[in-house]
């Protein structure tokens, strides 16, 4: 029912645009035209950065860096009440979606859906971003280069998310 | 700041790699990543031209205006700039409606025309201004009410209840966005620029 409504608000939104094509006044396809172009430009901007951040998010995927920082962070998490199952997600979903929903998806067949870590996996996966990719996404594209308090407050936020999460489910759930 | 990430990702995979003896599949993540940033632009391309367009086409109709005057009594809170001067208040209406509806891959074509427009007002084009900051971190919170993708994954992971977690998700949503709200207006709030060299500017011109 959910998914219906979620997959329906798409095509709705599209067909609108087309609503307004065929009976609007103005020259609504010349608008739409219009509007991709300023959006490819915009995307032209981007490529050099994304370029470098998926270089770099690249590397650190096959380095090997994300179980070797699991391994030594792990007694830290236990004491600290986070399931240790979840830091290669942790540690990913900061750079890349595509990494960290290969990691969100090899710990749910691990420990299970429906168990703590599993749980505190969706929420966090369901509340928090790419940050980096996010960030650097949407300030290059205007051509800035400083970003002042834009990255620790964004990583201060995905901190309180990922210790929120887990203490709301052990709540909601146990 | 890009290139501070850069760096230290950079470093980090070395040394690691060097440790753990991944040197030669560095090599090839190296061209690889590359190549990556090619599919990811090239899938973002159809991304950007159908949602700008459809936005131009819905803005010229005036609809996002209305969108715009429904979420005007939270948005004039959030963005008093840009709701004075106009510049990116429509975007970021749309921006939010395709958030809450659930429309993830149109909503980076709109941040990213909302980003332009509240560039506009800004007076240094090299350095972010507070309500870009406010307006990014807000969207790294991501505030969504249908998570679709979040609840394939969850059922294709054979999971029982995979609505279950939908209202914790909410509630954590919401209270990353106050706290990202919280944070990222505490400088504005304080009137204390946070980056050393804009302390020391600042105070020069006072002093003058």
Not at chain 2, 111 to 140: C, H, R, W, Y
Not at chain 2, 188 to 207: D, E, F, I, V, Y
Request: proline share 4%; charged share 15%; glycine share 8%.
């Amino acid at each position: 029912m959910g998914e219906t409504i979620a997959a329906l608000s798409v095509p709705l939104v599209v067909s609108l645009a087309g609503l307004l094509m065929l009976f609007g006044k103005q020259d609504y396809f010349s608008a739409f035209i219009q509007g991709a172009t300023d959006g490819l430009k915009t995307l032209v901007r981007l490529l050099p950065t994304l370029c470098a951040l998926l270089v770099a998010v690249s590397m650190l995927s096959a380095s090997g860096a994300v179980e070797l920082i699991s391994r030594l962070l792990s007694p830290v998490a236990s004491l600290i009440g986070l399931p240790t199952e979840l830091l290669p997600f942790l540690l990913t979903r900061a750079f890349s979606g595509s990494a960290s929903t290969a990691a969100f998806t090899d710990l749910l067949s691990h420990v299970g859906a429906d168990s703590l870590a599993g749980l505190c996996a969706s929420v966090i996966f369901g509340s928090s971003d790419t940050l980096v990719y996010i960030l650097s996404v949407y300030f290059s594209s205007v051509g800035i280069r400083k970003t002042r308090h834009a990255f620790p407050c964004a990583l201060a936020t995905m901190l309180f998310c990922i210790f929120f999460s887990c203490f709301l489910c052990r709540l909601w759930f146990f | 700041m890009l290139g501070k990430v850069f760096g230290v990702l950079c470093l980090i995979s070395l040394i690691t790699a060097i440790l753990s003896g991944n040197v030669v599949s560095l090599g090839s993540a190296v061209l690889d990543g590359a190549r990556s940033a090619l599919d990811v632009s090239l899938s973002l391309c159809g991304m950007m031209c159908l949602w700008c367009g459809i936005l131009e086409v819905l803005r010229r109709a005036g609809w996002i205006d209305k969108l715009s005057r429904l979420l005007s009594p939270l948005l004039r809170l959030i963005f008093p700039n840009a709701y004075r001067t106009k510049h990116g208040i429509r975007e970021i209406s749309a921006c939010i409606s395709a958030n809450l509806l659930g429309i993830g891959n149109a909503a980076t074509p709109f941040a990213l025309s909302a980003m332009e427009e509240m560039q506009k007002d800004n007076p240094d084009k090299e350095k972010a201004g507070d309500e870009q900051i406010t307006f990014a971190v807000l969207n790294t919170a991501s505030l969504t009410l249908l998570p679709a993708n979040l609840l394939a994954l969850r059922r294709a992971a054979g999971s029982d209840r995979p609505y279950a977690i939908l209202i914790p998700v909410w509630i954590t949503s919401l209270a990353c966005t106050a706290v990202a709200l919280l944070l990222t207006s505490l400088p504005r709030l304080l009137r204390l620029p946070l980056s050393g060299k804009g302390a020391r500017t600042a105070a020069k011109r006072r002093r003058r």
